[in-house]
């Protein structure tokens, strides 16, 4: 397995961001790959919400082109803020004005107040209301789903270059939230391995998966935030509700 990464091993690419303020190339490319990374929640948020009569993945990606072609940061204050509050206010943001223009469209270029709280019954589009707290629920929820299956993807990689993939498809079931993961005689047996060589084995595994969770939070966060707290914020979006948006 690799060698964990320091707390403060590099500048994350959340702080690099809002150095910059979108400015620079660099910037640019690590607000796209930060992007990039969380395209799942806010996908969830679009299906919950309604996109009308356009494919909810297509509303997904015409909100990252406006993030990153325009002047995406210019609300965000320096050095203030989790990249996952950021994306949701921005989500809201452009959900709201994407109603409003349908909403004026339809009614000849008017200026009309759309209720984002129930639906509109000409347009025949569920509407919800943007601050309801189910919203953030689902979002943080996707969100953490990222940071985990990312976690495990590296992990399995890992695992194929060490040349330990057969140990990790088994020993796997124990990075699992909720689910028993079994018996570890019986992974044992499977493995050709006597029981202490497991639980090392699983005590190894388990150790590297919260480095590779630290890292990538670490990179959503400025600099001064606490990734301790936001990966307790992640254990408590996994222990929510069970149902996906």
């Known amino acids: 397995m690799n060698a964990p990464e320091s707390d403060a091993f590099v500048t994350t690419r959340w702080t690099q961001v809002l150095a910059a303020r979108g400015g620079s190339e660099s910037a640019r490319v690590a607000l796209g790959e930060l992007c990039g990374a969380y395209y799942r929640p806010v996908l969830a948020f679009l299906?919950?919400?309604?996109?009308?009569?356009?494919?909810?993945?297509?509303?997904?990606?015409?909100?990252?082109a406006e993030l990153l072609g325009g002047d995406g940061l210019?609300?965000?204050?320096?050095?203030?803020?989790?990249?996952?509050?950021?994306?949701?206010?921005?989500?809201?943001?452009?959900?709201?004005?994407?109603?409003?223009?349908?909403?004026?469209?339809r009614h000849g270029g008017e200026v009309e107040h759309v209720p984002i709280d129930g639906?509109?019954?000409?347009?025949?589009?569920?509407?919800?209301?943007?601050?309801?707290?189910?919203l953030e629920v689902l979002f943080d929820r996707e969100w953490a789903f990222t940071v985990v299956e990312g976690a495990l993807a590296r992990l399995q990689r890992e695992a194929a270059e060490s040349g330990t993939a057969a140990q990790f498809s088994v020993l796997k079931a124990w990075l699992s939230f909720g689910d028993e993961p079994g018996s570890q005689a019986d992974a044992?047996?499977?493995?050709?391995?006597?029981?202490?060589?497991?639980?090392?084995?699983?005590?190894?595994?388990?150790?590297?998966?919260?480095?590779?969770?630290?890292?990538?939070?670490?990179?959503?966060?400025?600099?001064?935030?606490?990734?301790?707290?936001?990966?307790?914020?992640?254990?408590?979006?996994?222990?929510?509700?069970?149902?996906?948006?």
């Open 188 to 245: 044992a047996a499977k493995l050709g391995l006597n029981e202490g060589a497991v639980k090392v084995a699983i005590h190894r595994l388990r150790r590297r998966f919260r480095e590779i969770v630290r890292m990538e939070v670490r990179q959503t966060l400025p600099e001064g935030l606490s990734v301790e707290e936001e990966v307790q914020n992640l254990i408590v979006a996994l222990s929510g509700p069970t149902g996906r948006g």
């Open 47 to 64: 299906r919950r919400t309604g996109t009308g009569a356009e494919e909810p993945e297509d509303v997904a990606h015409a909100f990252f």
């Open 74 to 105: 210019g609300g965000v204050d320096r050095g203030k803020g989790r990249f996952r509050s950021y994306l949701l206010g921005a989500l809201k943001h452009f959900v709201a004005n994407r109603h409003r223009r349908s909403a004026r469209k």
């Open 119 to 134: 639906g509109d019954a000409e347009s025949g589009e569920r509407i919800l209301d943007l601050a309801a707290p189910e």
